[in-house]
């Protein structure tokens, strides 16, 4: 079994939803993103989605695509961020996910990057611009070193499609409640009900909701209908303003509203 649905498991057992935190590998530094990693880890975060900047990051809003600037501008790059992974998985046992575009990995070449990755002690891998149609060569080599290759469902999948992704789907299921990029938004207007059901009778693997979640109300609001909560761009934000010590107390703030006295516990 994936550590990825080992932490899920132990959070079915104590009737909590799980926290997924995002933050872009690099920005302001790696030794920063390490430290704020680290303090997500032990402010609750049960994932966290550790990005690679892309030069031309389509799924991103305008905070994400400033961080992967900012990172790139810094010196970032694959193998720095494999490093400073490694480092972190020597510190914290909690699983870290890498999201990024198919670009980079494939001109590191896939092999390469799944086994770099595997041997840093990542535990998934997300690419958000990667067809399901065309994720068979990485998949399996995700598969080969133990890498889970984690889809994302949108709202406009249709259901023979969600079913298609979801049958080769590892770690997790990652539905994306809105449609367009990523960012903070005041309102969600998806039915996430029927998100999250289309993909439920598809697969018994964890749902994860996000692109969207702004802070703790909207993760409350958000819980009944997922396994877990992903919050990226509310925290990006922070580490572009510099206030790298409210990145702890955002992720704390988060997590409470996603245990079990926050009255969602089971939904």
Same mark, same amino acid.
């Given at each position: 079994?994936?550590?990825?649905?080992?932490?899920?498991?132990?959070?079915?057992?104590?009737?909590?939803?799980?926290?997924?935190?995002?933050?872009?590998?690099?920005?302001?530094?790696?030794?920063?993103?390490?430290?704020?990693?680290?303090?997500?880890?032990?402010?609750?975060?049960?994932?966290?989605?550790?990005?690679?900047?892309?030069?031309?990051?389509?799924?991103?809003?305008?905070?994400?695509?400033?961080?992967?600037?900012?990172?790139?501008?810094?010196?970032?790059?694959?193998?720095?961020?494999?490093?400073?992974?490694?480092?972190?998985?020597?510190?914290?046992?909690?699983?870290?996910?890498?999201?990024?575009?198919?670009?980079?990995?494939?001109?590191?070449?896939?092999?390469?990057?799944?086994?770099?990755?595997?041997?840093?002690?990542? &535990?998934?891998?997300? %690419?958000?611009? !990667?067809?399901?149609?065309?994720?068979?060569? #990485?998949?399996?080599? +995700?598969?080969?070193? @133990?890498?889970?290759?984690?889809?994302?469902?949108?709202?406009?999948?249709?259901?023979?499609?969600?079913?298609?992704?979801?049958?080769?789907?590892?770690?997790?299921?990652?539905?994306?409640?809105?449609?367009?990029?990523?960012?903070?938004?005041?309102?969600?207007?998806?039915?996430?009900?029927?998100?999250?059901?289309?993909?439920?009778?598809?697969?018994?693997?964890?749902?994860?909701?996000?692109?969207?979640?702004?802070?703790?109300?909207?993760?409350?609001?958000?819980?009944?209908?997922?396994?877990?909560?992903?919050?990226?761009?509310?925290?990006?934000?922070?580490?572009?303003?510099? &206030?790298?010590?409210? %990145?702890?107390? !955002?992720?704390?703030?988060?997590?409470?509203? #996603?245990?079990?006295? +926050?009255?969602?516990? @089971?939904?």
């Amino acid at each position: 079994m994936s550590r990825i649905r080992e932490t899920f498991n132990a959070l079915k057992e104590r009737g909590e939803k799980g926290l997924i935190t995002y933050l872009m590998g690099g920005d302001p530094g790696l030794e920063q993103t390490g430290r704020l990693i680290l303090a997500m880890a032990q402010a609750g975060a049960d994932l966290v989605e550790v990005g690679i900047p892309f030069s031309d990051p389509l799924a991103d809003g305008p905070v994400i695509q400033a961080a992967s600037n900012r990172a790139l501008a810094a010196g970032a790059t694959v193998d720095g961020i494999l490093e400073m992974v490694g480092e972190v998985c020597k510190q914290a046992d909690v699983p870290l996910v890498l999201m990024t575009y198919y670009n980079p990995v494939l001109q590191y070449g896939l092999d390469a990057f799944c086994r770099r990755a595997a041997e840093k002690g990542a &535990a998934g891998l997300i %690419v958000p611009d !990667l067809p399901h149609e065309e994720s068979g060569p #990485l998949k399996q080599h +995700a598969d080969f070193y @133990g890498l889970d290759l984690i889809p994302l469902v949108a709202p406009t999948s249709t259901p023979s499609r969600a079913a298609a992704i979801c049958a080769q789907a590892r770690g997790f299921i990652y539905c994306v409640s809105v449609t367009g990029v990523t960012g903070m938004r005041e309102t969600i207007e998806t039915d996430l009900q029927a998100l999250s059901d289309l993909v439920r009778r598809h697969t018994d693997l964890p749902v994860a909701i996000g692109f969207g979640v702004s802070g703790p109300e909207t993760a409350a609001r958000v819980a009944p209908f997922c396994d877990a909560v992903v919050v990226g761009s509310a925290i990006v934000r922070l580490i572009a303003e510099g &206030a790298y010590g409210e %990145v702890g107390r !955002l992720t704390a703030s988060l997590k409470a509203a #996603l245990r079990p006295r +926050a009255g969602i516990a @089971g939904a």
